[in-house]
């Protein structure tokens, strides 16, 4: 393990640690200093996210952008504070932290038994987002999670959503797939933030106006399995409560290929993903490359190896 991956573990595990015996209030305004201090370094995070949101308001000049990512990046520490300070949260805290509109299409899927996949960008809290779900609506879940480095973080961080109650899958080593379809066909629930391609074989789709790719599985999930395929989005308001929408199911389409229908299907989810950003970007937490005109060349297009 090098000095960076090691103080980088140690880093999440002091937040774990002692951010969670925090009193609340002091634990937010930590949030939004460390928030402002990021921001003014102006770091490649930051210049991402700015350039991310410059994609998502086209019309916003420097003064309008800057105040975005200002914004972004304290929704960005809200999310880590509230994440370090979950595991000693009450049930009632939990329940009391999340509104979501539309719950009624979650609630209605779990009843009919054909299975669920809640598919989600990278807005607000979705670790309290899923809390929420296996806390108020008593329901457990399965999840994927990407192999961060050093292994010890990725533990970390299996053991924190499992603390949680959910089920936590690698998202590398291809027995994810099968494992989520047995947990749909046996009418369970699947979440998985998917507007990320982490696999670089993911479906190309419009998004805001230039093309991404986005991860395959919630739609090849829905079609396999039966399940009904259920995008989310959260944003945060001035209250303690997190906000969120649970939009209608993306049906799966009466005909075409395999290939077809998952490419309609989320193109429907990237669509479902815009709204919600669109109304809410400083919430959306995208500090990584994203658009395939942003990224650099892969030797599949074309770049020699």
Known sequence: MSVQERLTDALYGLGWSTVKKLPEPVAVRLGRTVADLAWKRRGKGVRRLESNYARVVPDAGPQRLAELSRAGMRSYLRYWMESFRLPAWS???VRGGFAPEGLHHLTDGIASGRGVVLALPHMANWDLAGAWVTTELKTPFTTVAERLKPETLYDRFVAYREGLGMEVLPHTGGAAFGTLARRLREGGLVCL??????????????????????????????????????PVTLWYDDSPVMQGRVHPPIETPGSGTRAEKTSVMTQALADAFATGIADHPEDWHMLQRLWLADLEPRPSDGDPA
Do not use: I, K, N, Y
Request: negative net charge; proline residues 5%; hydrophobic residues 45%.
């Open 193 to 230: 933030v998917a507007e990320r391609d982490l696999s670089a074989s993911g479906v190309e789709v419009d998004f805001f106006g230039d093309r991404t790719r986005m991860p395959a599985g919630p739609a090849l999930l829905a079609q396999q399995t039966g399940a009904l395929l259920l």
């Open 91 to 93: 049930a009632q805290r």
